[in-house]
């Protein structure tokens, strides 16, 4: 089956998250893989889209949007280290 990187997520998750999280590095929690969302392998668009490891192949993230809501699935992933940029000085 053919998949895209991770970088398909930035768009979908920017709706959800102020920062990049395609930079965000989180720990998958089958096994224990650390890296870049934007290594994930994420399959979809419908009726969602879902990101696997590259390790292990494993569902780190779930990510699912109707016109008025979005769930988004984290079961797979131990953390999530999101990236942000330091406040501007006066």
């Known amino acids: 089956m053919d998949y895209l990187d991770g970088n398909a997520l930035a768009g979908p998750l920017a709706e959800i998250f102020t920062n990049d999280v395609s930079a965000a590095v989180g720990r998958c929690a089958s096994c224990g893989m650390t890296g870049p969302v934007a290594s994930l392998r994420v399959y979809g668009p419908a009726p969602g889209l879902v990101a696997r490891?590259?390790?292990?192949?494993?569902?780190?993230?779930?990510?699912?949007?109707?016109?008025?809501a979005a769930w988004l699935d984290l079961c797979g992933t131990t953390c999530l280290r999101i990236p942000l940029e330091s406040p501007a000085e006066p």
Do not use: K
């Open 53 to 68: 490891c590259p390790g292990c192949d494993e569902v780190m993230l779930r990510l699912v949007r109707s016109p008025d």
